[in-house]
């Protein structure tokens, strides 16, 4: 039987938690995978100039093919690394997917967001905007469904998910507390927005914060929490197991106080950490 008091924020936490999960699996494996390979090389084969790694792309004439109709295919160049060049090759490796997966992180939490503000208003349709409802309803029907409310909620714009979580913040006052007065001593509005360049540069930048960008955030926080170099005025990312580890961690404890505050808005139980996943009849 449906228990109308059950917790509908509950299956996008945990939703939420197992996409973080899998994308911290394939860092954790890399890195453990590559770090154990390092390790177990002999000076000797350094002396040598081994181990080695290389690679090169297949290329072909797209107008030239042989008798039998099969394409001919030809080396197009090639990348090797020998030696000490292989191990910084390793590093090299482990940093790119080390920004890679806080780049997921984000996009992770970026999808959380929207996922657990559309089951809040899909149970509770009287909480939404009265404004933003009436420009919805210009072009669509009344929200019903989650996919509805999902839709609904593309017309929170603003850079980084501003809107949306100032709608959140509006709505469930105890999240806008928890972002600035927690147990790791870090003002998650300044970090969502460390996070959102990191991530940028990550995706878009080779992994360079540009000077204009670092205008636009707490520097101080950034060189905390994610290493890199300086170089002239940018800031180049250096990302260590560690930080992508803490970085996750802390999207993991951002979307938990997310849910917190919701589910106390509406006297949901929120207090599921520790307890296991139990179902919400």
Known sequence: ???????????????????????????????????????????????????????????????????????????????????????????????????????????????????????????????????KLRTHLKKSAQPSTHEDWRSFLRLYRGTD??????????????????????NRNIDLVKWYKVVAKVRHAVTHSNGLISAESLQEIDNALLERLFNGTKEAAAYRLEISQENTEDALSIFADYGFALFKALSMKQGYEWDVLGKGRRKQS
């Not at 973080?20 to 084969?45: C, D, K, P, T």
């Not at 290389?54 to 072909?60: E, L, P, R, Y």
């Not at 709608?167 to 600035?180: G, Q």
């Open 1 to 131: 039987m449906h228990n109308p008091n059950a917790n509908a924020l509950v299956k996008p936490l945990w939703s939420f938690f197992d996409r973080l999960n899998a994308v911290y699996a394939l860092f954790f494996h890399l890195h453990a995978n590559l770090r154990a390979r390092v390790a177990g090389i002999e000076q000797r084969s350094l002396e040598k100039g081994l181990p080695y790694a290389g690679a090169s792309i297949v290329v072909a004439d797209l107008t030239d093919w042989q008798a039998d109709d099969t394409r001919i295919k030809y080396a197009s160049g090639g990348f090797a690394a020998a030696g000490q060049e292989y191990l910084l090759l390793v590093d090299k490796v482990i940093s790119w997917n080390a920004g890679w997966t806080v780049s997921q992180g984000w996009e992770r939490f970026e999808s959380f967001l929207k996922d657990i503000t559309a089951s809040y208003l899909e149970a509770h349709p009287r909480e939404a905007s009265t404004e």
């Open 161 to 182: 998910n501003k809107e949306l979580l100032d709608f959140v913040r509006s709505t469930a006052p105890d999240f806008e507390k928890a972002e600035t007065h927690n």
